[in-house]
C-alpha cells in the first residue's frame, strides 16, 4: 500500500480525537495520509480531495459547517473506494450509533479503525457482523486502544494466537481510572484523599469515560475483558458471552443510592462526595489486613471464569507497588509463558496515549 492514497475520516473530536488530528497532521512529510472528513455530533467538513485544515485552523473550520447524518457520510466515503485509493474511517467517540456502521463501512471496503469499545463488547451479532464484512470486502478493522489505550494489548494477545500459544490466563488491572482512583486513594498509608476527590482528578486528567459513572460501574473492565474474550477462538467454548460485557459478572462502586438516578457527569461527580465515608471504610478495612484495595479483571480459561471485581492485595503484591498513575498491567499466562507470564505495563489511559495507539493502527494499514 506504500505508494496509495490513503484518505481518512476522522468522527469525534473530543479529547482523544483532537489530539489523534494533531498527532497525523504532525506526521513527517511526506504524509501518507489526506484527512477527507472531520466530524463531531452537530458538524460534518467533508473534502474527497482533502480537507485544507492545520492544527490550528481545524477547530474553526468545523464549527463554521453544517450537518450530515453519519449514513449519508458513509455514503460519500464509499465513493471514494478505488483500486489503489485507500479509505479509513477513525470512530473517535463512544457512540453505540456510529459503532453500529462498522459493518457497512466494511461492506463497502472502507478500513475501521477505533478506540471505542461499544462493538467489540456488545452484542455479538454485531461482532460478527464485523467479521463477516472484514472477510468478505478485505477491508481491516483495528482496535488497539480499546483496550490499555495504546499498550500492545491486543496485538500481543493476537500475535500469541496466531503462532499458536494457548492463552490460559489473563489478568491485571485494565482501566486507567481505577488504577488513578486506587493508587491514590488506597495506598498503604493511613489517611489519604477523599474518594469523590480523586475520582474528580482522574475525570480532569481525561482518564475516565465521558461519563465517569461507566468506569465505575466497572462497566468499562467488564467491556475489556469481553473484547480480550472475543480474541480468543477458544473461549467461546468455555465461557460463552452473548452480550458480551453485560454478560461479565462485575462489581459497581456506584453507591446505592446514587445507583438509581440519571445524573449528568458532572452532578454525579459533585454528588458522588456524599458517599465518601463509605469508601473510607472500605479503604480501613484493608489497611486493618496490610493490604490495600485494587479494581481487577480476569479472563481465565481454565477455571471457566471472566469477571471485574474489587479485591484487596497486600501492600506488598505487585499491584500495590509496582503501579503509579493511570497505569494498567496486563499479564498473560499462556503455554509458552509459563510459570512467568508475559507483562505489559503502563499509562492505560489519557488522550495522548490513546491517540498514539489510534495512530499505530493507522500506521500498521500501510
Ligand atoms: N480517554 C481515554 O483515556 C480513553 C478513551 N478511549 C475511548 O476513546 C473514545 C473517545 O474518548 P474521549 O475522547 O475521552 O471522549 P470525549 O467525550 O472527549 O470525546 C468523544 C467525542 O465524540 C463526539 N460524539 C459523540 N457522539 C457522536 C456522534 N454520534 N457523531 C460524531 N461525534 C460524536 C462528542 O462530541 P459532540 O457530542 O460535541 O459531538 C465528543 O467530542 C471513547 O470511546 C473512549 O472509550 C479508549 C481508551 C482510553
Ligand atoms: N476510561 C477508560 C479509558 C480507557 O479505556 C479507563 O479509565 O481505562
Ligand atoms: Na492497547
Known amino acids: 500500500m506504500a505508494s496509495r492514497t490513503v484518505s481518512v475520516a476522522v468522527t469525534g473530536v473530543g479529547l482523544v480525537g483532537s489530539e489523534f488530528i494533531s498527532q497525523l497532521l504532525s506526521l513527517a512529510t511526506p504524509n501518507p495520509f489526506r484527512i477527507v472528513a472531520l466530524s463531531s455530533s452537530k458538524h460534518t467538513l467533508f473534502a474527497p480531495d482533502g480537507l485544507n485544515i492545520t492544527v490550528n485552523s481545524w477547530k474553526e473550520s468545523l464549527a463554521q459547517s453544517s450537518a450530515k447524518t453519519?449514513?449519508?457520510?458513509?455514503?460519500?466515503?464509499?465513493?471514494?473506494?478505488?483500486?489503489?485509493?485507500?479509505?479509513?474511517?477513525?470512530?473517535?467517540?463512544?457512540a453505540e450509533n456510529i459503532a453500529s456502521l462498522y459493518p457497512s463501512l466494511l461492506s463497502a471496503g472502507i478500513h475501521v479503525i477505533t478506540p471505542n469499545k461499544k462493538a467489540f463488547s456488545g452484542d455479538l451479532s454485531l461482532f460478527d457482523g464485523?467479521?463477516?464484512?472484514?472477510?468478505?470486502?478485505?477491508?481491516?478493522?483495528?482496535?488497539?486502544?480499546?483496550?490499555?489505550?495504546?499498550?500492545?494489548?491486543?496485538?500481543?494477545?493476537?500475535?500469541?494466537?496466531?503462532?499458536g500459544d494457548k492463552v490460559k490466563k489473563i489478568e491485571g488491572v485494565f482501566s486507567g481510572t481505577m488504577s488513578y482512583i486506587f493508587n491514590n486513594f488506597s495506598s498503604g498509608e493511613e489517611g489519604g484523599p477523599s474518594f469523590s476527590s480523586v475520582?474528580?482528578?482522574a475525570r480532569e486528567k481525561g482518564y475516565t469515560e465521558p461519563h465517569p459513572a461507566d468506569d465505575l460501574t466497572g462497566s468499562d473492565v467488564a467491556r475489556k475483558l469481553s473484547i480480550l474474550a472475543r480474541f480468543i477462538?477458544?473461549?467461546?467454548?468455555?465461557?460463552?458471552?452473548?452480550?458480551g460485557y453485560q454478560s461479565v459478572p462485575t462489581t459497581s462502586l456506584i453507591p446505592a443510592g446514587l445507583a438509581s438516578?440519571?445524573?449528568?457527569?458532572?452532578?454525579?461527580?459533585?454528588?458522588?462526595?456524599?458517599?465518601?465515608?463509605?469508601?473510607?471504610?472500605?479503604?480501613?478495612?484493608?489497611?486493618?489486613?496490610?493490604?490495600?484495595?485494587?479494581?481487577?479483571?480476569?479472563?481465565?480459561l481454565e477455571q471457566g471464569i471472566v469477571k471485574a471485581d474489587l479485591q484487596k492485595y497486600p501492600k506488598t503484591h505487585p499491584f500495590a507497588t509496582s503501579l503509579g498513575g493511570s497505569d494498567n498491567i496486563i499479564m498473560f499466562h499462556t503455554e509458552r509463558y509459563s510459570p512467568r507470564p508475559l507483562?505489559?505495563?503502563?499509562?492505560?489511559?489519557?488522550?495522548?496515549?490513546?491517540?498514539?495507539?489510534?495512530?499505530?493502527?493507522?500506521?500498521?494499514?500501510?
Open 130 to 163: 464485523i467479521l463477516s464484512s472484514s472477510a468478505k470486502s478485505g477491508a481491516k478493522f483495528l482496535n488497539e486502544s480499546t483496550v490499555g489505550a495504546g499498550l500492545p494489548v491486543i496485538s500481543t494477545l493476537k500475535d500469541l494466537v496466531a503462532t
Open 199 to 201: 475520582v474528580a482528578v
Open 70 to 94: 453519519p449514513q449519508d457520510l458513509v455514503q460519500d466515503l464509499s465513493k471514494l473506494v478505488k483500486p489503489g485509493q485507500d479509505v479509513v474511517f477513525v470512530d473517535n467517540t463512544s
Open 261 to 300: 438516578q440519571s445524573l449528568s457527569a458532572d452532578d454525579f461527580v459533585t454528588r458522588l462526595a456524599d458517599y465518601d465515608a463509605e469508601f473510607d471504610q472500605k479503604r480501613s478495612e484493608a489497611l486493618k489486613e496490610g493490604s490495600v484495595l485494587r479494581y481487577v479483571g480476569v479472563v481465565d
Open 233 to 243: 477462538p477458544s473461549l467461546k467454548e468455555k465461557v460463552p458471552l452473548p452480550q
Open 343 to 366: 507483562i505489559i505495563q503502563g499509562a492505560g489511559a489519557g488522550a495522548a496515549v490513546t491517540a498514539m495507539g489510534v495512530m499505530s493502527d493507522l500506521l500498521k494499514l500501510i
